[in-house]
């Protein structure tokens, strides 16, 4: 089941519709140029194509497992993330003072979605090191730094997140897990935590766990976490490996899908471990690292969504099937199946426009030497992310479904593959923080908390995008229409939602959160299609003339659906409630 990467696509949207110029010209960045994004994204699709993707379906069938305390990765795991480590795959977008790459995050999104979509079991430990190790550089002390980080940068070390409880999942408020002082700075962790990925395992030398812990004179609730570092091995003062901490997993969950990635069940007997940023302040030390993870999350939605396309792509243009009024004799002839592979196409293209752009948002945050920029972009970064990961994940699925749909009958047989782009999509909406919780972020936290300030200035975002259609017909002689009345009609939906999410009572406002959330979605993936179409044609790329009919397409069938929602929004949580909690189960 070979995998081919859309690099052309991918460096297509990074010069044209996320603005990463803005980012190269940064003194951070100043050393970073195209030629050079070229051949980072061309070397990340080798990798991706030669060594992960020949691993996925065989991870598939035989995951990892656990015998006597220790847990075995899939065959072949082992070697490929070697290879991945010596490669220097995993610092790339870490910061060149603490032994990174220094690339932006911008080209992490398109390296890692390659990554991903070649083999997404795989690419969840790479992930998460990459997220604890960004909560270590912004919050441990500097020898907690000293000892640890350098090897995370490089991945020899791996990193895992400890937050879920059997009693507690996205409520941590509830959280038992116990942290009590040794007397020498350090302390006792003691409690059970679930579902951690890549808790446990041999790929790496090392595993550094980010564990949520209460101490004893912690006060209730969520104002009473504190994160701490707990690895399986520890350090000596030279660097060099000691004895076994004492936390093991006791279990491994039997999950619908990606079966190479261990989701242990981890145990902690009084294992030593060291705070992490001030005491009872655990959660948001977590949230540096989870933010991070939802971003990234929204890309494996995104890249496992490309992997189900282009197998579905492969499959019509050899099946041949039924009769049809096109030259061809296969089933992409069939207007219906075209139909799907383009729905699949534009939602997935618009969906890795918004992951990319949160990404040049956080970059600009960190980089830009102008303090209004960074604010600016600070909170473009804050708003997009809950988009980025739900609506990543959410196309994800949508395509990877349509793909079983495109083989008919041979895709709800493993053998092709396509039900295992399927399964393994399924998670993507439910950890860190369900679809459902970035709905509620996003109204809650990112709209209503600052009086709508961030979204009235994506707004403003989209009102530039729309004069660059006029000016892109008077220097190019486009015609661009559909996509003029399609913005325009977006940014009149996105408004009249944004204030009416801004003026509902709480309940009306969560009830309409998720219909917020797809509706921003659409419009803002369309707006930066459009914005890539219009930079494209202008700058003379080759690609333009395609990105301008894909664009087409999203315009006509997607964007807007928007309105749809809007209606929604517009009678609020009544729909809910009227119906009686009772009849749910039967009238």
Known sequence: MTYTAPVNTMHYLLRHAVDIDSVLATPAH????????????????????????????SGDQNGATLKDGD????????????????SGWQGIAAPTDIGGMGLPQAVACATNEMFYAANMAFGLCPMLTASATKALHAHASPDLQALYMDKMVTGEWSGAM??????????LGTLRTKAVPNGDGSYAITGQKIYITWGDHECADNIIHLVLAR??????????????????YFVNEDGSLGGRNAFHPIGLEHKLGVHASPTCTMEFDSATAWLIGEPNRGLACMFTMMNEARLFVGVQGVAIGDRGYHAALAYARDRVQG??????????????VRRMLMDMKAKLMGARAICMATAVAGDL???????????????????LTPLAKAYGSDMGMDATSTGVQVHGGMGFVEETGAAQHYRDSRITAIYEGTNGIQAIDLVGRKLRRDGGAAMRAQIEDLKIIHAMIAETEAKTGARLGGSEKALREG??????????????EETDALAGATGYL???????????????????????DTGAKNMQKLTWFHTLNIMPQSKSYLDALERGAQPLQDFPESALADL
């Open 30 to 57: 100043s050393d970073t140029g195209h030629e050079l994004i070229s051949d980072i994204l061309n070397g990340a699709a080798d990798f991706a194509q030669d060594v992960l993707a020949p691993l996925n379906w």
């Open 71 to 86: 847990v075995t990765a899939a065959p072949g795991f082992k070697e490929a993330y070697k290879s991945y480590v010596e």
């Open 162 to 171: 400890d937050l879920t409880e059997p009693q507690s999942g996205s409520d």
């Open 215 to 232: 101490l004893p004179d912690a006060p209730a609730g969520s104002k009473g976490i504190s994160l701490f570092l707990a690895p399986k």
């Open 323 to 336: 009769r049809t009024a096109m030259e061809q004799n296969t089933i992409i002839g069939h207007p219906d």
């Open 365 to 383: 945050a960190l980089y830009s030497e102008d303090e209004e920029t960074r604010k600016a972009a600070h909170a473009r970064e804050a708003l």
């Open 491 to 504: 940014i009149e939906t996105i408004t009249a939602a944004t204030e009416l999410m801004l003026a509902a």
């Open 518 to 540: 797809r509706l921003c979605s659409d419009i803002i993936a369309g707006a930066l299609l459009i914005k890539a179409s219009c930079n494209g044609l202008l700058a003379g």
